[in-house]
């Protein structure tokens, strides 16, 4: 029964993260979600108190819903990581609905920072690495970077999706690292790290 419950409830998520993506938390219907589902309104209010509920855990699950790409900690696995996230947010339904409501959460009534405070956190630990190993220049500041680089991600990301639906994310990232590892790495370490916006999508988490 444990298992059955818990199978159950990654089922609402996964139909939840496909009705949020689509039209955003107004437009989403409980009814909706139950069918794509295929469970009764007493097992979804079973898991989840109100729709509001639904669409909170569904924002804290994005960091969740994809499994970072393997290497060494530093500056080419942080690069690797954000070149990822853009293909994955092509095609990853909980992951883009979890960025969406993150995004709009301000207009569905309520505030909360924590997925990208969590999204910092893993910026902050490949940059951490990335200091230790001497990968970044002298005054860098590794958690002032970390948020700069959420915000920088999220703007960009938000960007591509108005314009084109994602479709030039990966390469609008690649852009973004080119020019940030000017400020960021010393010349040499630059040049031996590589930007490749096609960088390979992996099973989700």
């Known amino acids: 029964m444990q298992q059955r419950a818990v199978e159950t409830r990654q ?5 939840a993260a496909e009705v949020f993506d689509e039209g955003g938390y ?15 309104q007493g097992a979804l209010y079973f898991h989840f108190s109100s729709k509001l ?21 530093g ?3 942080l690069i690797d990581t954000t070149l990822l996230l853009a293909r994955e947010l092509q095609t990853n339904k ?7 409501l993150a995004v709009e959460q301000e207009e569905i009534g309520f505030r909360d920072d924590e997925p990208y405070r969590q999204w910092a956190e893993v910026f902050r630990g490949q940059l951490a690495a990335a200091e230790s190993r001497g990968q970044l ?5 590794v958690e002032r970077l970390a948020v700069l680089l959420v915000g920088c991600y999220t703007g960009v990301q938000h960007f591509s999706k108005l314009s084109c639906r994602r479709e030039d994310l990966p390469d ?11 400020g960021i ?21």
């Open 11 to 15: 089922l609402i998520l996964e139909a």
């Open 26 to 40: 107004k437009a989403a219907r409980i009814t909706e979600i139950m069918q794509r589902a295929g469970i009764t």
């Open 53 to 73: 509920d639904l669409a909170r855990t569904v924002m804290h699950a994005q960091r969740d819903a994809v499994v970072l790409p393997p290497g060494p900690d």
């Open 75 to 77: 500056l080419q696995r």
């Open 94 to 100: 909980l992951l883009r609905a979890g960025v969406r």
């Open 137 to 141: 220049r002298n005054g860098v500041e």
């Open 172 to 182: 609008r990232i690649a852009d973004l690292w080119q020019y940030m590892l000017l």
């Open 185 to 205: 790495a010393p010349p040499q370490v630059a040049a031996e790290l590589v930007v490749n916006p096609e960088t390979p999508l992996l099973a989700a988490g």
